[in-house]
């Protein structure tokens, strides 16, 4: 069972001297990672699996999405690459230097190689990806000190949430499958 009270604010705290601003920074991740909660489960609700993530720019939320890669019949349609290119619209720049994103899920090879580029400073998510994650569990593309860029991560951050809805989701399709035999 992940504790992800004591582990977040562990982290958190690391490049901080005042004791109350961890109290805040993690409340604020924890409102954001809220906002991209609410956005996997707008993916559910379109029969997508159900992944949302937001990118916070000076305390604000410039883009939120979620996975549509069944509506949009396209393999890269995943939550953080939506997202991402939405910031960069919103800052007319690429670079995403100052942001921070939240995502539901350990981010794919994809998704991690596409923050690495975009020079995001910072990502919180939430479950580990044990199949496919490229921040932990089968890579970990945005620590690597071979490339140009490294984020600061917080991991396992709200994850009972997050693989709840995951869970919920799969169990559903394999009952519809078991309905329709
Ligand atoms: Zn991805």
Redesign the pocket.
Known sequence: MVDFNTRSSDEINDNSDNPLSSIFSQDNDSRFMLEAIKEALAAAEEDEVPIGAVIVYKGKVIARAHNQRETLNDPTA?A??IALTQAAEHLQSWRLTGCTMYVTLE??P??AGALVNARVDRLVYGPADAKAGACESLFNIVQDPRLNHRLEVVRDFMSEPCRALLQDFFANKRKQKKASN
Do not use: K, L, N, V
């Open positions: 995943h953080e690459m981010p794919c994809m998704c």
